[in-house]
């Protein structure tokens, strides 16, 4: 039998075989992506100054604890602007105690020192700064990604675009408004101390006490729905803040029949933590903040030696569950801002499937007619092998988990382009080697032989234009590329191995062979 006939066929056999498998079933092994099931496209902003200032707000109260604690009395140590903390001694003859505290701070520059009046400047450098930067849009992005992945989105995109953007998509979402919330909340966890001395009355008109601040804690009348907020007076320093937390579960709360409470737990530095800050507090009102809003404001009656707390809060079933996902996942490092936002409904979605099919099959109909008429038996050989092509093409995509969008389906039409190409280069070049007046056995192995190397560099060359694609392309265009590359390492398996095989088995094989219907 000619060119291992068996062992082409078993390889053939075994490709069909494995496509159809992974093809199986095509409605929950193809991902749509979101221009062709619908859900939500969103692009975001991360507010990474913020984090940096946050940052540098951390390091002024580190330095100011540090001051403290050595007995160097300091006037005002605060943040001035995005990345520069301004000192301010009690005394200037503590000059030279400062300078050595400061000199400890390796990511921060002095700048306008004044020994007279006991004053400098600390800058942020710049190397330092855009290191926050990143890192704020890094860890943004895994904390979206831990967000969406409990969420329980299938197959989400989300990648960073430029410097300071965040792209999401969300296929098949049916909550978007829900979404959104789950994405956007920064879910900063905080629990500090309420400063039970200060009069509300006052640093509501302005006269807040240094180290403090005002926050608001939201109350709903359960009858009227009015809402109303209730001011806070408590210390800017945290006791404790969501880094440490291990868990966050979601119960009944059994104090407000109806409503739903967040359970959380910490580690074992912060049970420390939570035991020792609640022991010294003894008496005092613990605040627990999210997002600089106050939850509740519970009396600490003894030391909390557990390591647990809860949020209540009058929260609905899923307004707890996504509570507990956001401080699973982590807070955001910087707010974001959603800068673009686009909703593709599944109806739509299902539109696009049915022309992008209707497109596809149409096309193939043609090329399939035209080329059952104009190379007959030859033709239909090219047909079939178009179709395993396409086979092949989807199984390839379900396999990898790729995403199917309406410019992969357009892809897909270019593939059916390519591979009939492909068939008529050969078919070509045979009818070439036939007018030249050789054998139909000698014709079939001529042509194959000599249009590989033209089938090899077209087929190369587009690929590495998808390739590019891929690489360089938005998440659309790369749904392009995806299809066009897988598309055409088929079509080269098919055209050139599968045909071939096919004309063996019609023509070469056979001890007699007159004419080929080609």
């Not at 104090?255 to 959380?264: D, E, F």
């Not at 106050?294 to 003894?302: G, K, L, Q, T």
């Not at 509570?323 to 696009?352: C, F, K, N, Q, Y």
């Not at 089938?455 to 995806?482: C, E, P, R």
Request: hydrophobic share 45%; proline share 3%.
């Amino acid at each position: 039998m000619p060119r291992n006939l068996w062992s082409r066929s078993i390889v053939v056999l075994v490709v069909l075989l494995g496509s159809a498998w992974s093809l199986y079933p095509p409605q929950k092994t193809i991902n749509l992506g979101l221009d062709l099931q619908g859900g939500i496209h969103l692009v975001l902003g991360v507010e990474a100054d913020k984090h940096v200032a946050s940052q540098t707000d951390r390091a002024a109260e580190d330095l100011k604890s540090q001051l403290e604690r050595k007995g160097i009395a300091v006037k005002r140590v605060a943040r001035e602007g995005g990345a520069t903390i301004v000192v301010e001694l009690a005394s200037p003859q503590a000059w030279n105690d400062l300078l050595t505290v400061v000199g400890d701070l390796q990511r921060f520059e002095r700048r306008d020192e004044d020994a007279a009046a006991g004053r400098l400047k600390l800058v942020m450098n710049e190397k330092e700064a855009d290191r926050l930067r990143d890192d704020a849009v890094r860890q943004g992005l895994e904390t979206i990604r831990n967000r969406v992945d409990q969420f329980g989105v299938a197959e989400p995109t989300i990648t960073r675009q430029g410097s300071d953007r965040i792209l999401i998509q969300l296929p098949g979402i049916q909550d978007p408004a829900r979404a959104k919330e789950l994405i956007g909340k920064t879910a900063l966890l905080e629990f500090k101390l309420l400063d039970e001395r200060a009069s509300v009355e006052e640093a509501l008109k302005g006269n807040v006490p240094e180290g403090d601040e005002v926050l608001y804690g939201r109350r709903v009348d359960k009858e009227t729905k009015t809402e109303r907020k209730i001011p806070y007076v408590v210390q800017k320093r945290a006791l404790l803040t969501g880094a440490e937390l291990t868990s966050a579960t979601v119960a009944a709360d059994p104090n407000s029949p109806g409503n739903w409470q967040v359970a959380i737990e910490f580690t074992a530095t912060g049970t420390r933590i939570f035991g020792e800050g609640t022991e010294q507090s003894v008496g005092r009102h613990l605040a627990i903040i999210l997002d600089g809003n106050v939850y509740s404001a519970p009396r600490i009656n003894e030391r909390i030696p557990g390591g647990r707390a809860v949020i209540t809060g009058q929260f609905t079933a899923d307004e707890a569950r996504d509570l507990a996902i956001v401080l699973r996942a982590g807070a955001l490092p910087a707010p974001v801002t959603i800068l673009e936002e686009r909703t593709v409904g599944p109806s739509l979605g299902a539109d696009s499937i049915r022309q992008g099919l209707f497109a596809i099959t149409a096309s193939a109909a043609v090329v399939f007619v035209f080329m059952l008429l104009y190379y007959r038996l030859s033709g239909l050989i090219a047909d079939v092998a178009l179709g395993l092509n396409l086979l092949i093409l989807f199984a390839a995509m379900a396999a990898i988990r790729a995403t199917l969008t309406l410019p992969g389906l357009a892809g897909i039409a270019l593939t059916v382009g390519m591979a009939v190409d492909t068939n008529i280069l050969i078919f070509e070049r045979i009818r070439e080697e036939l007018r030249l007046g050789k054998t139909p056995r000698s014709a079939i192995e001529a042509g194959f032989r000599r249009a590989l190397r033209t089938i090899i560099d077209t087929h190369l060359t587009v690929m590495g234009t998808a390739l590019i694609l891929l690489s360089f392309g938005t998440s659309s265009v790369k749904g392009f590329g995806v299809s066009l590359f897988i598309g055409l390492l088929a079509s080269l398996f098919t055209a050139y191995f599968f045909t071939r095989l096919l004309f063996d088995l019609v023509y070469v094989q056979r001890h007699k062979v007159e004419a080929i219907s080609i």
